[in-house]
């Protein structure tokens, strides 16, 4: 059964920075494409950045620039940094797990971000 396990969420300042972790157990981590999603109170869940298997990078308009998604094969986890953060980031950010070929799709349990002052 495959599990995607998110950690990292944290109340920042305006400015401050954060990096999101996720790890994938239980299939092979390197044929999915992996993504970061978040879903702010009241709002549809939107894509943050996608990484995909050969490691290409996809990013919301919103925090290029700002984001940086990468993956550690050899730890199974995707990571997403994040600085210079904004009030507008404010969400829970959710890691999700893609595997084209058969539709097969994952979701974390999400983990909160606040940034405040």
């Known amino acids: 059964q495959v599990q995607l396990v998110e950690s990292g969420g944290d109340l920042v300042q305006p400015g401050g920075s954060l990096r999101l972790s996720c790890v994938l157990s239980g299939s092979p981590f390197s044929i999915y494409a992996m993504g970061w999603y978040r879903q702010a109170t009241g709002k549809q869940r939107e894509l943050v950045a996608v990484?995909?298997?050969?490691?290409?990078?996809n990013y919301a308009d919103s925090v290029k620039g700002r984001f940086t998604i990468s993956r550690d094969t050899s730890k199974n986890t995707v990571y997403l940094q994040m600085n210079s953060l904004k009030p507008e980031d404010t969400a829970v950010y959710y890691c999700?797990?893609?595997?084209?070929?058969?539709?097969?799709?994952?979701w974390g349990q999400g983990t909160q971000v606040t940034v405040s002052s």
């Open positions: 999700n797990a893609n595997f084209v070929k058969t539709g097969a799709n994952y």
């Open positions: 990484v995909t298997s050969g490691v290409n990078t």
